[in-house]
């Protein structure tokens, strides 16, 4: 090699080129597991909303905790800005408005269940939510305990 001649020779191209791709693969996955984990969080903030939501419903209505128990549909009655209802109506409306916006904003195949187990003068409520969620082989759920 002549000592006026400076440069990279092929071979050193080659390497860093590898070296490139290999960092910008590693980039991309990183960008598409932050993706996912971007989508779970909004789907377990959703679920949080929801569920509070629902306990605000039972604590208005919290004479019939028995209409509330299990896992809606729930009968679309006019309840709300509608005529007065019964608490039973009411909580079946609530089951019904309630379990459209569950599957509104969380993915499809989510399911809603209400427990309620009486505590002599009090009811304990756990208001659960489960969703699938790409990649996991068991579904996501959240559980919003209460006590009334």
């Known amino acids: 090699m002549k000592a006026g001649n400076?440069?990279?020779?092929?071979?050193e191209v080659l390497v860093a080129l590898v070296v490139m791709t290999v960092g910008m693969l590693g980039v991309a996955v990183l960008y598409v597991e932050g993706m996912q984990l971007n989508r779970t969080s909004i789907y377990r903030t959703l679920a949080v909303s929801l569920a509070a939501d629902m306990a605000d419903r039972i604590r208005a209505n919290s004479r019939v905790p028995v209409a509330y128990s299990g896992t809606g549909p729930g009968v679309d009655n006019g309840c709300?800005?509608?005529?007065?209802?019964?608490?039973?109506?009411?909580?079946?409306?609530?089951?019904?408005?309630?379990?459209?916006?569950?599957?509104?904003?969380?993915?499809?195949?989510v399911?809603?269940?209400?427990?309620?187990?009486?505590?002599?003068?009090?009811?304990r409520y756990q208001i659960i939510l489960r969703w699938p969620e790409t990649g996991q082989p068991l579904p996501v759920?959240?559980?919003l305990p209460m006590q009334l």
């Open 6 to 11: 400076r440069g990279f020779t092929l071979m």
């Open 80 to 109: 709300v800005n509608g005529p007065a209802c019964s608490p039973v109506e009411q909580a079946q409306d609530d089951w019904f408005r309630w379990l459209g916006n569950v599957q509104d904003y969380l993915p499809s195949g």
């Open 111 to 123: 399911e809603a269940e209400i427990d309620v187990e009486a505590l002599g003068d009090m009811n």
């Open 141 to 143: 759920t959240y559980t």
